[in-house]
């Protein structure tokens, strides 16, 4: 079973951790800020106090004491700004930023702003997926050097930040831009392991990289992988569902005990071959937009080990296929952001060689 995992399983996540330990400049191109402009001109601050699409956007950067911070006219910020209409998109109305307190309406806007000027026509097209760029937000008060990132990314004309659009052209102040966005970008709250923790629709996934771990110790494990704040996971979870018809495939019953009884390299090859990576380690979140048809590398390593195929065709249904094919994978729910990673959840799991 999965006999050719053997010779590169133990690797991968060695590698893995080495590629997340990179600095993040390192891990992406560079985007380089423009030259200062003039400080006579007009900054974020006042076009956030001007603009009657931005009253609630002014309202939360009031109360949260960052409104000031955008006037600064020494800064270079980039500001993914929701409108009135976007913020109410994500549910949040003047009442809601009333009672919200400051301290995580502050956060919120810090994860929409950058301490640099990016505007939309220096993001990479592809084949770049996505550009990590840190925000001012400060998860960890004693680590003031980790910033959570955001990830903007460009199709075309079309610009994101994460897997939200960018739905306006830029807005140019003297202290950076202001690119409007679709809906709030939602900080992340937990890494993936916390996620799958708390998804009941995920106790297979769990108890299979249990049974992937026996054997491993620290951080070769998946479970630390998944706990590690710093890299950039992309992973296609299956659901109890898809895991229940592999076991159901197999002649096994439908319980994640019987995780146990399977061969540790064969889970760990299966887990592997879920995880996106670049020479066998994670580089990129692939986020929803940032996908498109063809072939992608997994934890397991490049060619000639096999590649998951991925189908655009239909961007609101993005079709997943392994090796084997038990049915084709959809995602049935997508961009899951963590601290460390994105996950899509699947209905079916991607098998890298026959069972």
């Known amino acids: 079973m999965l006999q050719i995992f053997k010779k590169y399983t133990h690797l991968l996540l060695l590698a893995a951790l080495l590629t997340s330990l990179l ?15 003039d400080t006579s001109g007009i900054t974020i601050k006042k076009i956030i106090e001007t603009d009657p699409n931005y009253t609630l956007l002014k309202a939360a950067a009031t109360k949260s004491g960052l409104l000031a911070y955008y006037g600064n006219v020494s800064s270079t910020l980039t500001l993914f700004a929701p409108d009135d209409a976007a913020f109410l998109r994500s549910g949040v109305n003047i009442d809601v930023i009333n009672a919200l307190p400051a301290a995580q309406l502050a956060a919120i806007l810090q994860y929409h702003t950058l301490a640099q000027t990016v505007p939309g026509a220096s993001v990479p097209d592809l084949p770049t997926p996505n550009v990590q760029l840190p925000t001012l937000l400060q998860p960890l008060a004693d680590q003031p050097l980790f910033k959570l990132s955001a990830f903007p990314s460009r199709r075309g004309n079309a610009g994101y930040v994460n897997n939200i659009p960018v739905t306006a052209a830029d807005q140019v102040a003297v202290n950076g831009v202001i690119r409007p966005v679709y809906a709030i970008v939602a900080p992340p709250q937990a ?48 659901n109890n569902n898809g895991f229940r018809r592999l076991l159901t495939y197999m002649g096994l019953p439908a319980d994640p005990a019987v995780f146990a009884m399977l061969p540790v390299q064969t889970v760990r090859g299966i887990i592997a ?24 590398e997994t934890l397991i390593g490049p060619a000639p080990m096999p590649p998951v195929v991925v189908d655009m065709t239909n961007p609101l249904d993005p079709v997943l296929n392994g090796v084997v094919w038990l049915a084709k ?23 890298p060689q026959p069972l």
């Open 23 to 37: 600095p993040a400049c390192n891990e992406i191109p560079e985007v380089e800020d423009l030259p200062k402009p």
């Open 191 to 238: 890494t993936l392991k916390g996620l799958i923790a708390a998804d009941t629709s995920l106790s297979f996934l769990r108890a299979a990289i249990t049974r992937a771990d026996e054997g491993s110790e620290g951080l070769a494990k998946f479970d630390s992988l998944l706990n590690y704040p710093f890299p950039n996971l992309t992973l296609m979870a299956p």
């Open 273 to 296: 071959f879920h995880f996106f990576g670049t020479n066998g380690a994670p580089v990129y979140r692939y986020f929803t937009p940032n996908l498109v048809s063809g072939n992608y």
């Open 329 to 351: 994978a959809h995602m049935v729910r997508k961009d899951v952001h963590g601290v460390n990673g994105v996950m899509h959840v699947i209905d079916q799991v991607l098998l």
